[in-house]
């Protein structure tokens, strides 16, 4: 959230002023909706994802204790993490979709 407010005030323009912080933060937060998913939001996706496919797995609990133990894991075996992103990507995407629909 702080990252996409943060990216809206970048692109202000001075003349926009006389608003409301109420309607500033009405359109902060419809730009914030339509815009791409950051990759903060991709990769906290794709870690959540990663840590139930471990939990439904089995996957033994020395190798992964939690969400970024499993994300760590998932790093050591080629092309885990990117799937993951692949499908954190587009469960972000459908939302959005849903959302503005």
Do not use: H
Not at 57 to 63: C, H, K, L, T, Y
């Amino acid at each position: 959230m702080l990252d996409e407010a943060n990216a809206y005030e970048r692109g202000m323009d001075d003349d926009l002023t006389f608003q409301t912080v109420r309607e500033l933060a009405g359109t902060a937060y419809m730009a914030g909706r339509s815009a791409p998913p950051t990759a903060v939001e991709i990769e906290a996706v794709a870690k959540l994802l990663c840590w139930n496919s471990c939990e439904w797995d089995g996957v033994d609990s020395d190798a992964a204790k939690g969400e970024d133990d499993a994300w760590n894991y998932a790093g050591e075996i080629p092309g885990f993490q990117e799937e993951y992103i692949r499908q954190a990507k587009e469960m972000l995407e459908i939302a959005r979709k849903a959302v503005s629909e």
